[in-house]
């Protein structure tokens, strides 16, 4: 549970698609995903869990939780920029979603966060989709 004060985000990078070789993305990315899974594989591998609809490939960027939301993914965007060519070709695939995943959250359900129009445009140039989620206090503490 937050403080009333206190607040998170997480910022990570995501594909999903039949076609999304998983293989390819971390090799051509040199980025090692925090999370993979197969179409009909069981999420972390446990029969207890569902079965992966698609093929989903995620790297978690957690490297800076000390800065700004904002200048935090600022940061990420410049990384993955040196990586463009790479991540428009798997990007312009068909049946291939790539997006920027946001976590964002505060003790006291208040607070946000502002996205500059040149780190939007910065985002956009690489194709990538924007996916914010949203998470509420914990009941009873706001």
């Not at 569902?50 to 790297?59: F, G, K």
């Amino acid at each position: 549970m937050l403080d009333e004060d206190e607040k998170w985000h997480r910022v990570s990078l995501r594909f999903f698609g039949d076609d999304v070789d998983l293989a390819a993305v971390t090799s051509a990315l040199g980025l090692k995903p925090d999370v993979t899974g197969r179409i009909g594989e069981h999420i972390a591998g446990n029969p207890r869990y569902a079965i992966y609809e698609t093929n989903v490939w995620v790297y978690r960027y957690t490297e800076m939780d000390d800065l700004t939301f904002s200048n935090q993914l600022s940061e990420f965007i410049t990384r993955l920029e040196d990586r463009a060519e790479a991540l428009r070709h798997f990007v312009a695939r068909p049946g291939v979603t790539a997006e920027l995943f946001l976590g964002f959250s505060s003790g006291d359900g208040q607070g946000g966060f502002t996205l500059p129009a040149s780190l939007l445009s910065r985002i956009a140039a690489l194709g990538l989709d924007v996916t914010l989620d949203l998470y509420p206090p914990t009941p009873g503490k706001a």
